[in-house]
């Protein structure tokens, strides 16, 4: 029995079926009926084309230009599979002149590449990077409508619903998160026509099985990465629960084992929380979105909490105020409280040093460095691990948050420049890079606005000249 995902016979006449295919295509949109050579997979495409109001003569919606579709590809989890599309599909893409493409779970095309004749002909209907392919974006096409169905899916000549497109035929696949099922986008195999295959989809179905399997090995590595990170931090914490949680909720470990099960919802960007048990916490942020969950002391949950705030962003030195005064404290003893703000949950006299001084620190050195900053703050610095007893309200940890939010805009805003950029503490340089890091790449990929488009033109039963065909 033939699939109903494959458009094409190995024996069919391609011409005959296009030109078929192209007078349902018309007969349809002139509102004369429903031709029998119709798919229904095709058939409910078509219908929610023509509910949202798809102009079946308007090439894609340009939402980014090149540079801007480059710079999200970058930040996508698919371009970790580049190499492997490519390696897989080169061939056919060189030698069958066909076009591979990569897009996001929206739609977006962010990545092609392919013979130079089927670049050129993918201009006229904007079958580039940056523009919208989904079904509402510009009709039936095989990246839109494997996105809608969730299922690989071929789509041949006039089958699109849109007229630029009845020269192409199309195969996709979506791809699918290793860990919550989602899909992260689509791997597109596409050429002209006259050149479709029934194997074409089952090659990109292989292809995005191969794409999901790279993305979950390389899953498993960076969680045992953050696991072993996670592990050398429980020595400097002291003796309290604490979790390990993944960007998506997982917990990849605990102290003790169990602690929060294997799944945990945390509010971004929120220094602590109550867990669902009741039991306060504090959160701490990690490497690759992950966060460190540490159980809070009986003495953390009474002890009235005053404000700390930090404005360290391009400062020279610190600028600290505790319960609206001005703290006066040398360079040294301010890049110790802004390190213990990037530690919320504490740090031992060891680690703490290796932040400060880095791997030859001397222990003794910070515990005579944090008596002097006692002498001015008081009880603002908790030792056994030294933390900080305030509420913190930091600069820096305000563009972090609004980034992970986000909320792109507002913290480009609020970033002033480099997090104390005369500061040599290890710490505060990791973290200075990463933040920059992370601005830096936020400008880039920050889009513009994105074109509308036209409304739907009204369906003619007869045409009398067809769109342009691509190449062979």
Do not use: K
């Amino acid at each position: 029995m033939r699939s109903p995902w494959v458009a094409v016979d190995l024996a069919a006449d391609t011409v005959a079926q296009a030109r078929l295919l192209r007078r349902a295509h018309e007969v349809v949109l002139g509102g004369c009926g429903m031709p029998p050579v119709l798919r229904d997979v095709i058939v409910r495409s078509w219908e929610r084309c023509t509910s949202a109001g798809v102009d079946p003569d308007r090439p894609a919606p340009m939402l980014l230009d090149a540079e801007q579709a480059a710079a999200r590809f970058a930040e996508h989890p698919l371009s970790a599979v580049t190499p492997t599309v490519r390696g897989l599909l080169d061939s056919v893409s060189v030698e069958a002149r066909h076009l591979v493409a990569i897009a996001d779970a929206d739609g977006v095309l962010l990545w092609s590449e392919g013979h130079p004749r089927m670049i050129e002909a993918a201009r006229a209907p904007h079958f580039m990077p940056g523009a919208l392919c989904s079904e509402a974006g510009v009709g039936t096409n095989a990246i839109g409508t494997v996105i809608a169905l969730d299922h690989p899916l071929q789509v041949f000549s006039a089958e699109h619903f849109n007229r630029l497109l009845h020269g192409w035929t199309c195969a996709a696949a979506p791809v699918h998160d290793p860990v919550s099922g989602a899909i992260l986008g689509v791997v597109d195999v596409s050429g002209s026509f006259r050149t479709a295959h029934p194997h074409t989809l089952a090659l990109v179905s292989a292809v995005a099985l191969a794409a999901e399997l790279q993305l979950a090995r390389e899953r498993r590595s960076r969680d045992a990465e953050l696991v072993a990170r996670y592990l050398d931090r429980l020595p400097a914490a002291g003796r309290r629960p604490s979790a390990l949680v993944a960007g998506d909720g997982r917990v990849l470990a605990a102290t003790p084992r169990g602690w929060l099960g294997s799944w945990v919802e945390l509010d971004v960007g929120e220094a602590r929380t109550i867990l669902s048990d009741g039991t306060p916490a504090l959160v701490e942020p990690a490497a690759d979105g992950a966060r460190i969950v540490w159980a809070m002391h009986a003495r953390e949950r009474c002890a009235p909490r005053h404000v700390l705030v930090i404005h360290a962003l391009a400062a020279a030195r610190p600028a600290l105020r505790l319960a609206g005064r001005p703290l006066r404290l040398s360079e040294r003893q301010a890049e110790l409280l802004t390190v213990l703000a990037l530690h919320p949950a504490g740090l031992s006299a060891r680690a703490l040093a290796r932040c400060l001084y880095g791997g030859a620190a001397n222990p003794v050195t910070v515990r005579a460095e944090v008596a002097r900053v006692r002498r001015v703050v008081g009880d603002l610095v908790d030792a056994q691990p030294y933390r900080l007893t305030a509420e913190v309200r930091a600069d820096f940890l305000d563009v972090e948050r609004l980034l992970e939010r986000g909320r792109v805009p507002a913290a480009l805003d609020r970033y002033a420049g480099p997090l104390l950029p005369r500061s040599r503490a290890p710490c505060i340089v990791t973290r200075r890079e990463a933040l920059d890091a992370a601005v830096s790449r936020a400008r880039v990929a920050t889009p513009g606005n994105p074109r509308g488009s036209a409304g739907n033109r009204p369906a003619r039963c007869n045409r009398s000249a067809g769109p342009p065909m691509p190449p062979t």
